[in-house]
């Protein structure tokens, strides 16, 4: 079962990689792109900067004093992806391992002496993750001995007493390394590092305690808070815990967790986390597009958390946002060619940015870059991508669920079906049974989707057609379900509404007031504006229906709007409000939010006044 | 001259605190309060932390990099104020200076080895505003022979070479102490320090060359950028630099960086720097409510650049901004009881603060706090409160002009004047003649005040009132003048209206599209509830004219609004616009935003959406 979340109970099971793979299409070209290119880019810039050096004992060390998770990260990614440098690296890595298991190129020598920020669980977490993946997918090795080694060493360590680490993820790492494994220790210390947060467990700092929720404990928050990647792999992990130890309490109070935050502290991509400074959510509705933080591994790690709550409770909602930040997120973070990356993902910016050769040192947006001084956003992207066929569907008690709809293969049981469909380009969908078989076969219609059609066009129908064609029936969002038996050849139609439409903020998100947007389909769209021209600064959207233009198979759109400048004379603040109503008549132009910032700097944005 | 600028040359001559007397009033009462009680706050609390033992050796050393340079801005204020505990704690720090003149009590040992981060030039700048301070108030004495001793160490060590430091502000104290010296070596460094800055002179930093204004030589520059404070330290270097040389062009210059930066990166308050991440200005129109950095040092060192440009120019703009940043910035950052201090001041906040005992450890808005972890704010404030009566009038070729309306005696060659006022709350401002003598007397009408009057009331009149009343002429914003000569009892009357005015923002402001704030006279107003009872986050005002409610002095206003939730289910974007008529008729009490947070923990918005 080759899955990065594999839960021992939930109303669904996930299907792995040996279970869905993606056909060529917006998913599957990213996923080979991916293993074709980003991974072994991953690795160069890893080489170079000297962050697998010092596994080799290289000095001066070189990085940050995370710098070991990247490297793990990346074989995670390598894990899935079955990459051939995999041994090699894992060879490397084995080699800084000292005999009790403690494995740490930064703190060998001074071990566990600053939990606020040395890492070193959070190091363990990414490496147990990267050793899970290859027992899935291969079996013990070097990397599966290395890791179950070092997650030995944490139990011993650190099962007794109070102590955690500043940065989560250990917590869902260790639980996955109980489920491929079956040793119950790993379970039981993923329990503890979940309970003892927030009693508190670590020292206080100038972000406030809150920024590695260490401020309540887990049960007591009502929302998720701090540092955004920290939060949501928390949470992350407290689900595992909660499925396999089948605390209902505590899986409830991560859902109402992450329903306040979706309603509340959630950007129209999916992004999460507003501030710059900390990395963190801010408050309730502190939603500002240009200042927009959004970091992509915050995405990845919604992505993570939001599959394992579908899983457990098969709650559709959790797919939807899952689909909206894959679109509008994972799918931003990296270039079309698959060699830079974005960090942040604001959804606004003012001033083109400056090219970059090189590493960038600051996570700002603006233009991708090819590397971070923390390069946590290239490797996550990389594992998830490499992942990302185990997140499509899902096994349901009398069949499959599909909850992501892209060219792929599905095999379950009784069941295979190959998907068909130009989405999110086009509307229409066509699941193609490919033998006889049994079983009920869902489709997610999104939540966007409110006129969607289905049809189920059995074999039999197609050698002698109805005379009215194939009965098409309405379907709400949520999954539309179609009973088998099945025969080879049977298909179901779902056609979902791909007209583009105008979205407004709920009030209370005073950075966005007196603004729209457009979607269409599951794509957040956004006008950019090669070298500012036209400048977005002074334009002024009206309400009308958008025009489409497709131009190499991707739909750009067009919409009416007013240019004028400002009422700005020395002072910004006048005694009359401004008039809108006085600018030239243009047209702006929308393009995908994912795709923007591949044609050289540009000014964007995804809000537009109205 | 008792002044903290004191140029060769200009439009104006500044008048100090030995020709302005400040009386009960406003600023009077609260220059006491920072004698009595701010000065005597600020010792204790560094005596606490550990920052003046640094002088004597103790060990460990405490506090941050910079800690020096806060006991040297208390040494300025006690200078200005003439506090009795100067020369024991001048003593102290004279007791850490070594024999070359070197004085650091962080980097003694290894000197100069940081200039990006080190701050050492930066003590030494605020070190010698002090010894500047006391030699205008007092003449020589220890602590004056320390700020010489050190400014000749830094003239012999950094003459010859491209040094300078990340953060500006020995430039500025150095133009200072020529002009009080006539040592001409120290303007000659000044200038080399403003010269060498962007060539580059300093290594590239994550927050980009640009925090600390080394991306770009200082005449090529078109706007402040970076680190606000940084930024305004450095632009009143290079105007006093201007000034003293005679170069023109560099003048215009900051003129003009100057008129950009107050045309679209500075806030209603006056307060500038909208970033929390670097503490910088961010891009042209990001001035977000609620994220406003606008630390209150960064208004100070506004108020000092802009008291330099006015000196040099004459241009009552420069005024304007001060009064603006003056009541509502530095106003502000002081709690009524002298003793709490705001280093953040956003327009914005949602949520209450938590009340904090002892060091605030973030620069958070929300709550004024005794003391912070970085407490460059409570000595800014008390240098600059115990030195502002010569920032109230200046001399002219033929007289005087005032340029702030406060209670006050001033005096220079012929004239003496008593200024009598209950301004801010209200608009009627009495100039009355001490004794016979000669020259214009001008007084600045604000920028906001397009409808005052001016009557000139001779004291004969007085006697035999003339049937009509005084001649009573409107004046327009600017500065109004009445000739002279002039005989004791003689009066100026100056009537602005105080009516409350709604202000709009600047259409290309987007963070506060579709709202408005009230101001009155120099005063913004926001709306503060106390544990946000009314929801802040629900209100829409409604544009009709505030009533004036008055309690213990002070002026208050209530504007009509309407109160309802918003439209969010569970995802709080929606393909309807929001209904903003659909709420509750309430009303919603403004106050002063310099006198907000003190009733305690509360929400506030000076932005009211409409």
Redesign the interface.
Same mark, same amino acid.
């Given at each position: 079962m080759a899955n990065p979340v594999l839960p021992s109970s939930g109303v669904l099971s996930p299907l792995g990689l040996d279970a869905v793979r993606l056909s060529p299409g917006f998913w599957g070209d990213r996923i080979a792109l991916n293993s074709e290119v980003t991974i072994a880019h991953c690795q160069e810039w890893e080489e170079r900067e000297g962050w697998i050096g010092n596994f080799r004992g290289e000095r001066p060390r070189r990085g940050r004093e995370f710098s070991d998770s990247e490297i793990y990260k990346l074989l995670e990614a390598m894990s899935w992806a079955g990459h051939p440098g995999l041994t090699a690296l894992a060879e490397t890595v084995a080699k800084a391992q000292e005999g009790d298991g403690y494995l740490n190129t930064r703190w060998s020598g001074s071990r566990y002496t600053d939990f606020e920020w040395g890492h070193e669980l959070y190091c363990y977490g990414h490496l147990i993750q990267a050793g899970v993946a290859r027992l899935r997918m291969h079996g013990e090795d070097v990397l599966t001995q290395v890791a179950v080694k070092a997650a030995d060493h944490v139990c011993r360590r650190f099962m007794e007493g109070n102590e955690t680490c500043g940065h989560p993820v250990a917590e869902m790492a260790l639980v996955e390394l109980y489920r491929v494994t079956g040793t119950e220790r790993y379970l039981e210390m993923a329990r503890r590092f979940v309970e003892r947060r927030g009693l508190p467990a670590l020292g =206080?700092?100038?972000?406030?305690r809150a920024y590695y929720q260490d401020d309540l404990p887990i049960r007591q928050a009502q929302v998720f808070r701090g540092h955004a990647v920290r939060a949501l792999y928390l949470a992350s992990g407290v689900v595992d815990v909660a499925v396999e130890t089948g605390d209902q309490e505590l899986l409830k109070t991560v859902e109402s967790q992450w #329903?306040r935050t *979706?309603?509340?502290r959630?950007h129209?991509t999916g992004g999460m986390g507003s @501030?710059?400074?900390d990395e963190s959510f801010? #408050?309730?509705?502190?939603? +500002?597009? =240009? @200042?927009a933080y959004n970091e992509t591994c915050a995405s990845i790690a919604s992505i993570m958390l939001a599959h394992r709550l579908l899983l457990a409770t098969g709650d559709v &909602?959790y797919a939807d946002l899952t689909e909206r930040t894959l679109y509008n997120m994972l799918a931003t973070g990296v270039a079309l060619d698959g060699r830079s990356f974005f960090y942040a993902n604001p959804l606004?910016v @003012? *001033?083109p940015a400056v090219p970059l050769e090189g590493v960038n040192?600051?996570a700002e947006g603006g233009l991708r870059s090819p590397w971070f001084?923390v390069s946590c956003c290239p490797n996550n992207i990389a594992r998830t991508l490499a992942s990302l066929p185990a997140y499509v569907a899902a096994a349901t008690r009398d069949g499959i669920v599909i909850h992501h709809l892209t060219p792929a293969e599905i095999r379950h049981e009784g069941l295979a079906v190959r998907v068909e469909t130009g989405y999110p380009w086009t509307g229409s969908v066509s699941v193609r049974v490919l033998a006889d078989g049994e079983g009920r076969i869902g489709l997610r219609v999104p939540?966007w989707a409110s006129d969607a059609t289905l049809a189920h066009v059995p074999v039999s129908s197609q050698d002698s057609p109805l005379p009215d064609g194939p009965v098409i029936r309405p379907v709400s969002p949520g999954y539309a379900h179609v009973d088998g038996p099945w025969r080879a050849g049977d298909e179901i139609r779902l056609e979902l509404p791909m007209r583009p439409? $105008?979205?407004?903020?709920? &009030?209370?998100? =005073?950075?966005l @007031?007196?603004?729209?947007?457009v979607e269409r389909g599951p794509l957040v769209y956004c006008a950019e504006s090669v070298a500012d021209e036209p400048p977005l600064? #002074?334009v002024?959207a009206r309400i009308e229906p958008p025009v489409e233009h497709e131009a190499d198979g991707v739909v750009e759109l067009e919409v009416a709007a007013s240019i004028g400048a400002? *009422?700005?004379?020395? $002072? +910004?603040? #006048? +005694?009359?409000?401004?008039d809108?109503e006085d600018g030239a008549d243009t047209t702006v132009r929308l393009v995908p939010y994912h795709r923007w910032g591949n044609r050289g700097p540009a000014t964007m944005r995804v809000w537009l +006044?109205i």
């Open positions: =206080d700092i100038p972000f406030g #329903e *979706v309603a509340r959630t129209l @501030r710059h400074a801010g #408050e309730d509705y502190e939603l +500002p597009p =240009d @200042r &909602r606004q @003012r *001033v040192h600051a001084d939540a439409r $105008w979205t407004f903020p709920d &009030r209370r998100i =005073d950075a @007031r007196s603004t729209a947007a600064g #002074e002024t400002g *009422v700005n004379g020395g $002072w +910004p603040y #006048e +005694p009359a409000a401004a809108h +006044p």
